[in-house]
């Protein structure tokens, strides 16, 4: 089946730097693209989407870049604060259908 | 606050046994979404309703159901419940409609639900 993943399981940064959080899809037909953070005991928190016929969008301390010629979408966030701490979760909607989620990163901020 | 309400927060029950989990979805919301989150296999979608009716299908076991109610709150039914069912369930909602795959998705905070 379709299925979208990240390249990294874990990714740790020091405060103030920047992150950034890879994914990789793998239905050429998706066209909408969307990042969630969930912090723990929480549900998944809605950070920022893209569509296919974008390939940047920018938020407050977040951009997300989509590259449709090798399936990948990366997150970045700027001055990383310890309260980005979380793991960040990658959707991608095949044909304007329901969400096929990646396994997870989990950001850590160091001090 | 997502606006998305779920209970009970917290589940604890016995194999077997039959359980209903709540959620209310954001207000003028009218597709709701359940996904099942165990350590093992992350966010699994399970069935999507919208005004009512199901509108889409995941990777729901024929043990659980699922329904819409006039009033937009949704219930999900586990019954027969095993050990491997122990894991997060959240609700989500959307606008909906045509192409919703195309917009957010907002979350509740879960219930956790453990069977011993």
């Known amino acids: 089946g379709e299925s979208v993943g990240l390249h990294l399981p874990t990714l740790s940064v020091q405060e103030g730097d920047n992150s950034i959080i890879n994914c990789a899809y793998s239905n050429s037909a998706s066209d909408y693209f969307i990042w969630y953070k969930q912090e723990s005991g929480k549900g998944p928190q809605f950070i920022i989407d893209i569509r296919s016929n974008m390939d940047k969008r920018q938020g407050q301390r977040v951009t997300v870049l989509l590259n449709k010629t090798v399936k990948h979408l990366s997150l970045q966030i700027a001055a990383t604060q310890p309260g980005d701490s979380a793991v960040y979760f990658c959707a991608d909607s095949p044909y304007g259908q329901n969400f096929v989620f990646g396994p997870g990163t989990r950001l850590s901020v160091l001090p | ?116």
């Open chain 2, 1 to 116: 606050d997502s606006g998305v309400t779920q209970t009970p927060k917290h589940l604890i029950t016995a194999t077997g046994q039959r359980v209903t989990l709540r959620c209310s979805p954001r207000s003028g919301d009218l597709s709701v979404y359940w996904y099942q989150q165990s350590l093992d296999q992350g966010l699994q979608f399970l069935i999507q309703y919208y005004n009512g009716e199901e509108r889409a299908k995941g990777n729901i076991l024929e043990r659980f159901s699922a329904q819409q109610f006039p009033d937009l709150h949704s219930e999900l039914n586990l019954s027969s419940l095993e050990l491997g069912d122990s894991a997060l369930y959240f609700c989500a909602s959307s606008p909906g409609g045509t192409g919703s795959g195309n917009q957010p998705q907002h979350f509740g905070d879960g219930t956790r639900l453990s069977i011993l």
